[in-house]
């Protein structure tokens, strides 16, 4: 079954890479069966947590805004930006202690494409200690 797993998402990510929203793009260039085993071995809730973000769908202001559910869209953290999946991963000014501390980012700040390079278990602990992704997933 793991391997039937594996040759379905290869087959998929070769047919739709060309029409994926420049949001996933930015995080998840390249097809990895490394990635997909490590997710298949995920909770559930890693997963919605994960895919969320990386998809560019996460309980975030600007996507909030967008769907009507939210009058604004500026960082609950920094107040300074919209506070998009993309600012929280890799620029969010009130998170660079954190992403230091996580990713070794030296001025606290990170290239979207450098998430590839650290486990998505890595990129799941960095956003479960984070005060707004704990409230909008029930993470405790």
Not at 6 to 24: A, P
């Amino acid at each position: 079954i793991f391997d039937w797993l594996i040759d379905k998402s290869s087959r998929y990510w070769e047919i739709k890479s060309q029409s994926l929203s420049s949001h996933v793009q930015l995080f998840i260039p390249q097809r990895s069966v490394k990635r997909t085993k490590e997710l298949l071995r995920m909770s559930v809730t890693q997963v919605r947590v994960l895919v969320a973000f990386l998809t560019g769908h996460a309980r975030v202001l600007k996507h909030l805004k967008y769907m009507k559910l939210s009058s604004t869209d500026v960082c609950r953290i920094c107040g300074w930006e919209e506070e998009t999946a993309e600012h929280i991963l890799c620029y969010c000014g009130g998170l660079e202690v954190r992403r230091r501390r996580y990713f070794g980012s030296l001025d606290g700040k990170m290239n979207p494409t450098e998430l590839f390079g650290y486990t998505l278990h890595n990129i799941y602990d960095f956003l479960k200690g984070i005060e707004i992704v704990k409230e909008e997933y029930n993470l405790g």
